[in-house]
């Protein structure tokens, strides 16, 4: 069974400080899906990156970054010089596509990490 | 394109009761999905349809019922509403891919409180 670890329930920053939010999962299949889903407070989820499982380059959009290490099960989450409208909470999840269908979509999310960044 | 819709926004319900909450898409995607968010435990997938008329079960779909007779529509019923399905429901939708997983569109999500 595919599973999602998201081991900070909440972090506290201040304004341009760098914060990394931590996310490793687990699955049996070769092939899968990582997301980085937004949540701010008006409740609406906001689609951040899709990476799969054969491309491990890290990616950097913004103030954006993601680290994608197979070896460690990992996919984490960095916001450079955070702002106040980073504040939210930040969902990983995890899909394994069929064969048969060509495509998933079953996510399966982490718990989400609260992110707070004050003035 | 309105995206992905859910209708109400709100609702209340008293234990026992039925309801079906309203999801429509209209960018001609296969597949939808439900899925239910409570705290502290993430979203979880309740139902999810990789095309009209071809439905099948996620983590938690114990007290729902879905049926997918169009491509647009995807509702959620609740047969006797129980106070353990307070939550907050959203709806997604995405293209098949065969290589590339599209990303999941969300709709803006049912909360719904039940008495």
């Known amino acids: 069974a595919q599973k999602v670890t998201q081991a900070q329930t909440e972090i506290s920053v201040v304004e341009k400080e760098d914060v990394t939010l931590d996310c490793v999962y687990e699955?049996?299949?070769?092939?899968?899906?990582l997301f980085w889903y937004k949540q701010p407070p008006s409740g609406e989820l906001v689609f951040l990156i899709r990476?799969?499982?054969?491309?491990?380059q890290n990616e950097i959009s913004g103030r954006y970054s993601w680290n994608f290490q197979k070896s460690t099960s990992s996919f984490n989450f960095t916001i450079t010089a955070s702002q106040v409208v980073d504040s939210a909470v930040y969902f990983c999840?995890?899909?394994?596509?069929?064969?048969?269908?060509?495509?998933?979509?079953?996510?399966?999310f982490g718990t989400g990490t609260q992110l707070k960044v004050e003035l | 394109n309105a995206g992905v819709t859910q209708t109400p926004k709100f609702q209340v319900l008293k234990t026992g009761q039925s309801m079906t909450l309203q999801c429509a898409q209209d960018?001609?995607?296969?597949?939808m999905s439900w899925y239910r968010q409570d705290p502290g435990m993430g979203l979880r997938l309740i139902h999810y349809?990789?095309?009209?008329?071809?439905?099948d079960q996620g983590e938690v779909p114990n007290g729902y019922n879905v049926s997918r007779s169009t491509t647009e529509d995807f509702p959620l019923r609740l047969l006797s509403a129980a106070p353990s399905q307070t939550s907050v429901y959203f709806c997604?939708?995405?293209?098949?891919?065969?290589?590339?997983?599209?990303?999941?569109?969300f709709g803006p999500g049912t909360r719904l409180t039940v008495l």
């Open positions: 997604a939708s995405n293209p098949r891919g065969v290589l590339l997983l599209n990303e999941q569109f």
């Open positions: 699955t049996r299949d070769t092939t899968y899906y």
């Open positions: 960018m001609n995607h296969e597949y």
């Open positions: 990476r799969n499982s054969f491309d491990e």
């Open positions: 999840a995890l899909s394994e596509p069929s064969i048969l269908t060509g495509g998933g979509n079953k996510l399966t």
């Open positions: 349809s990789v095309g009209a008329g071809i439905t």
